[in-house]
């Protein structure tokens, strides 16, 4: 599975962004795809899942109500609606996909979100 992200960029706070996940190769296998995210010095945090059949969806506390993880399955492609952004919201944004029951895992090349005050 390969994956590859785009729609980072540069926006003010209060602004919006969406990004675009697009899967590639055995996508049938993926059962998961969410979003990560990560700045200098800390480790990757989950932002949002959702799975890939019934479309169940997961958010960190910090995104809830302001971020929308959304997929189209005809594209294998996920998508991250992200509103009323935040300067704290500012850091590389990683897809993910995970198969097997959790046992694969696969990162996309990550795409640079940066929120300036």
């Known amino acids: 599975v390969q994956l590859v992200e785009s729609g980072g960029g540069l926006v003010q706070a209060g602004g919006s962004l969406r990004l675009s996940c697009a899967a590639s190769?055995?996508?049938?296998?993926?059962?998961?795809m969410g979003w990560y995210r990560q700045t200098p010095g800390k480790e990757r945090e989950l932002v949002a899942t959702?799975?890939?059949?019934?479309?169940?969806?997961n958010y960190a506390d910090s995104v809830k109500g302001r971020f929308t993880i959304s997929r189209d399955n005809t594209k294998n492609t996920v998508y991250l609606q992200m509103n009323s952004l935040k300067p704290e919201d500012t850091a590389v944004y990683y897809c993910?996909?995970?198969?097997?029951?959790?046992?694969?895992?696969?990162w996309g090349q990550g795409t640079q979100v940066a929120v300036s005050s």
């Open positions: 959702i799975t890939t059949v019934v479309g169940s969806t």
């Open positions: 993910n996909a995970v198969s097997g029951l959790g046992r694969y895992q696969y």
């Open positions: 190769g055995s996508t049938f296998k993926i059962d998961a």
